[in-house]
Structures are given as C-alpha cells and as structure tokens.
C-alpha cells in the first residue's frame, strides 16, 4: 500500500527521479507512522524529509492514491530542486501531503498530459 516508510524516506537524500506507476493498491508513497507504532510513543509529531536533489517525479495510474502522505505525523516535506511534477491518473489523491511543502518558487506541475497547471503549492495544484 506504500512504497516506501517515512523511516527510509529521511535516508534518500540523493535521490534524483521518482517514477511511480501501476500499482492499484497503492495509498500513499511515504508512509506515515501510524497510530499502532510502537516508536509513535514521545515523538515528535512534526518532522521534516529533505528530498535536496530530487528534480523530477512522476505519479502514474495509481487509482487508490490518496496523497504523497498524510497521517498523524505531519510531515514537512523539502523539495529543493524539484522542476517537474506529472501526476496523471490518481483520481483519488486530493492532497499532496498533510504536513508542510517546502519548493522552489514554481515547479512545472502537470496534472494531465496536457496542460501545466501549477497553483502556487503542490497541494493547491493536486
């Protein structure tokens, strides 16, 4: 249901192209912690992933996908270099993320194929 734990997304610094496609169970990309996990006990419930290299990503026909993430971790999410968003065929996904969105002044978002439709932050835009 997700593809990744916000655990090994805090570890992806380097990373530089998201391709995600194809996959009806998927609910989100990062999971959250949830209410179940024994670390949720004392933490801090605001924290921060940092994608400082990441310049592309793209979010294909994934039916069931409700966000990037969202739980009761609020994450703040920094994308730094991020140029190009495409998000196509999540007719579900209503946010970005529940937490904040740290981006550049203008990313090229494209929630279809054809037109560019960015609204001032990724989850105004989705």
Do not use: H
Not at 30 to 52: H, K, P, Q, R, T
Not at 59 to 70: A, P, Q, R, V, Y
Request: charged share 20%; glycine share 4%.
């Amino acid at each position: 249901m997700n593809l990744v734990p916000s655990s090994v997304a805090k570890s992806l610094e380097r990373l530089v192209t998201v391709r995600v496609s194809g996959c009806s169970a998927m609910t989100q990309v990062v999971a959250s912690c949830d209410e179940g996990d024994s670390d949720i006990a004392g933490a801090n419930l605001e924290e921060e992933i940092l994608f400082s290299k990441l310049r592309y990503m793209t979010i294909l026909d994934l039916e069931n996908l409700t966000s990037f993430c969202s739980g009761i971790v609020d994450y703040t999410f920094k994308f730094p270099s991020l140029e190009d968003l495409i998000v196509t065929g999540c007719c579900n996904m209503k946010i970005f993320t529940s937490g904040d969105l740290i981006t550049p002044k203008r990313v090229d978002a494209w929630y279809s194929e054809s037109a560019c439709c960015w609204d001032n932050d990724l989850n105004t835009t989705i």
